[in-house]
């Protein structure tokens, strides 16, 4: 591994040092936070699942009306050939996060937000960092609402995957005022479980493994997984309409997203969940997503 050499970026046509990937103040993705995002992640150097991932980002371009200018194949191409330019700079037992960024281009203030000009297209590779997660594989994470609730489907469809974090944000802090390392649980305006600032939240109840719809949530390509997982090994699952009372009250909880794959949560708002340890059906389906990439997900982690 080169330690002088330095990873490229690839922005709206050009293969350019990451040192030097620069775009323009008037972008709307700083003007206006106009911008869709997708984070795909690699096992063994190898990318998971990106093809679901760019079927959801232009998904996401369709509905926001952002024409990106390239076709999903021609994206999936210099994706990976980004990839592989940057890949020999990545440690033999490391993975990349594979990060797009699109936005409607230049907007100069005025009176309509129409796509006047070409996208601005941005991929990177940045290595995968876990050691934040790490610890919560075996003593589980403390999960937290907050007290500010989901935007509204109805204002903004959560399946949009949308660059814009603040609202994440600013729940994440609220649940830290609680417990500095506590992950948050977003609950709708009508109180419902939504959604984690960056995945989805399941519980177990006597076996069966239960997740919101997407009516209030983001359709993750990890709880995805999870679903899939489910059905392989044979455990009952339900999509349903998840209260604070059935985290409280669950023999299992946990979040998925895309670095950390799945996320024990051992306490609820300061309740033990369960017995207070990592549980079996949690325990399984981690097993069984390190048997599908084919490398150890939480060894990984540890190793960091």
């Known amino acids: 591994m080169n330690a002088t050499a330095e990873r ?3 922005l709206s046509g050009e293969w350019v040092r990451e040192s030097e990937a620069k775009i323009s103040i008037f972008d709307s993705a700083i003007m206006l936070g106009d911008c869709v995002t997708e984070s795909t992640r690699t096992f063994c150097h190898q990318p998971f699942r990106l093809d679901d991932h760019l079927k959801r980002l232009y998904q996401s371009l369709k509905v926001c009306r952002i024409d990106p200018g390239i076709s ?20 033999p037992a490391d993975d990349y996060w594979i990060v797009h960024n699109i936005s ?5 203030p005025g009176p309509n937000p129409a796509q006047k000009n070409p996208a601005t297209i941005m991929i990177f590779n940045s290595p995968m ?3 934040g997660w790490k610890k919560y594989y075996t003593q589980g994470c403390h999960a937290v609402t907050s007290f500010s609730r989901a935007i509204p489907a109805q204002s903004l469809d959560a399946r949009i995957k949308n660059r814009s974090r603040l609202s994440y944000t600013l729940v994440d802090q609220e649940a830290r005022l609680v417990d500095p390392e506590a992950q948050v649980v977003i609950l709708d305006i ?12 399941f519980t177990v109840m006597d076996g069966q493994l239960r997740t919101p719809t997407t009516d209030n949530c983001l359709a993750g390509i990890s709880r995805q997984t999870v679903l899939e997982l489910a059905r392989s090994l044979q455990i009952p699952a339900a999509e349903c309409c998840l209260q604070p009372y059935d985290l409280a009250t669950a023999d299992e909880v946990f979040f998925t997203s895309t ?24 325990r399984q ?19 960091q």
């Open 285 to 303: 389906l981690l097993g069984a997503w390190s048997q599908l990439v084919g490398m150890d997900i939480v060894g990984q982690a540890e190793s």
């Open 72 to 91: 999903m194949a021609e994206m999936r191409a210099v994706t990976l050939k980004l990839l592989a330019t940057n890949q020999p700079l990545l440690g």
């Open 129 to 131: 960092d876990l050691r």
């Open 190 to 201: 009508h109180g419902h479980v939504s959604e984690n600032k960056g995945g989805n939240i």
């Open 259 to 282: 670095p950390y794959c799945i996320m024990p949560a051992t306490r609820f708002n300061g309740l033990v969940i369960g017995n207070g340890e990592v549980g079996p059906v949690t």
């Open 104 to 108: 409607r281009g230049l907007s100069k």
């Open 8 to 10: 490229q970026v690839y």
